[in-house]
């Protein structure tokens, strides 16, 4: 009975020693399944945090070719700036010579002037190369405050970078000599950008010297051609005073500011441009009086008379010369021309104008006011 129970207790044991193998065995297994885990989402975080870096380090090479390219662009705008302040030097010494020149001879007046055209021309091309200037000094400020933009963004994601960096330290030692090499490039991108934005500002402050400097040249210039306007206006109030005495007789010839008005009659027939005798009479007389004149106004005054033909807006019916007043008032102003030239005037002095109907002094359907409209104009004045 009793070797009965024993070999009953033997055979029990079996069973705990299966479970307790199981168990064993299943945390085992739980231990390396954790392990494993654990292995795969640190090789993900350390995988996306490379390309991260990778990412931000292409983005900084980016940005550093671009300040590259802009630190060129600046050179190249500097070096335009001093080939132009070097020119318009020179054209202030120029105008210097000439003023010199005008002082102590008078009889250079020309010269001067032609210098003076030269200098409005350079001025011009002064003013719209400023206006070029300005236009690309804009677009770098743009590009500049473009670049600052990008630099607050790339900062900002550095800044969380460097955060996770600093988190990661302890699993990797590299990443933080990486942060302080993007430290670095940051502080000479800053520095890049500082200089840049130092350039801009010289370049815009010789751009208003530059325009202050082509405002004295045309004040100058004005004054020059005020001076030149006002002796021509001596003469061509000596020329008006003695075309009234010579014409006091006619009472018809009106003067309304600088021109001397001529009714067509008194000059041609109805609907012709052929001078009649009186009409010849009157131009002898004007070229006389313009003669005498044109002697005494200095050669460096490129004075002309003006001779405009007027119609009323009566239209031509009929006429085998003349298809409109257009043809009739130009024909009347070119034949006083061909008598004042028959009279010793030089015709490069005169011009000749037609205006037809479409400038007239009276707008009454009347014929007091279609007499008014038809008239000759002589005015006289510079080129």
Do not use: C
């Not at 306007?229 to 008006?240: D, I, P, T, V």
């Not at 002697?295 to 239209?315: S, V």
Request: proline share 2%; glycine share 4%; aromatic share 6%.
């Amino acid at each position: 009975m009793t070797a009965a129970r024993q070999q009953r207790r033997s055979l029990n044991i079996w069973p705990g020693f299966v479970d307790a193998t199981a168990s064993l065995l299943m945390v085992v297994v739980f231990a390396l399944l954790f392990t494993i885990i654990g292995h795969l989402v640190l090789s993900t975080a350390l995988s996306s945090r490379d390309e991260a870096l990778a990412k931000f380090k292409s983005r900084v090479s980016q940005l550093t070719e671009m300040l590259s390219m802009e630190q060129a662009e600046a050179a190249k705008l500097r070096q335009r700036l001093s080939v132009k302040t070097a020119n318009l030097d020179g054209a202030n010494n120029q105008l210097s010579l000439q003023r010199q020149t005008i002082q102590d001879k008078e009889k250079l007046l020309a010269a001067r002037d032609a210098i003076i055209t030269d200098h409005q021309n350079t001025i011009a091309t002064q003013t719209e190369m400023i206006k070029t200037l300005g236009i690309e000094i804009k677009a770098l400020i743009a590009l500049r405050d473009r670049i600052k933009q990008d630099l607050t963004k790339e900062i900002a994601a550095h800044d969380v970078v460097k955060q996770r960096l600093q988190e990661e330290s302890a699993l990797n030692i590299k990443s933080l000599a990486q942060m302080e090499l993007l430290n670095r490039q940051l502080e000479e991108l800053r520095q890049q950008f500082a200089a840049l934005s130092n350039a801009l500002e010289i370049a815009e402050k010789n751009i208003a010297d530059k325009q202050t400097t082509i405002d004295d040249l045309g004040s100058r210039l004005n004054t020059a051609l005020a001076k030149k306007a006002q002796k021509l206006q001596k003469y061509r109030s000596e020329f008006f005073g003695r075309l009234r005495e010579a014409l006091s007789q006619y009472p018809n010839i009106r003067i309304d500011g600088d021109r001397f008005i001529f009714p067509s009659e008194l000059l041609f027939e109805s609907g012709s441009d052929k001078l009649g005798r009186d009409g010849v009479q009157q131009v002898k007389q004007l070229a006389k009086t313009l003669a005498e004149i044109a002697k005494i106004i200095p050669d460096d005054i490129d004075w002309i008379l003006r001779i405009d033909g007027h119609t009323d807006k009566r239209p031509i019916v009929n006429s085998p010369y003349f298809q409109s007043n257009w043809e009739l008032s130009s024909a009347r102003a070119i034949s006083i021309i061909r008598e004042m030239i028959n009279n010793g005037i030089p015709a490069n002095r005169m011009v000749a104008a037609g205006f037809a109907e479409y400038h007239p002094v009276a707008t009454a359907n009347t014929p007091e006011a279609y007499a008014r409209n038809r008239r000759i104009e002589l005015k006289l004045s510079s080129r």
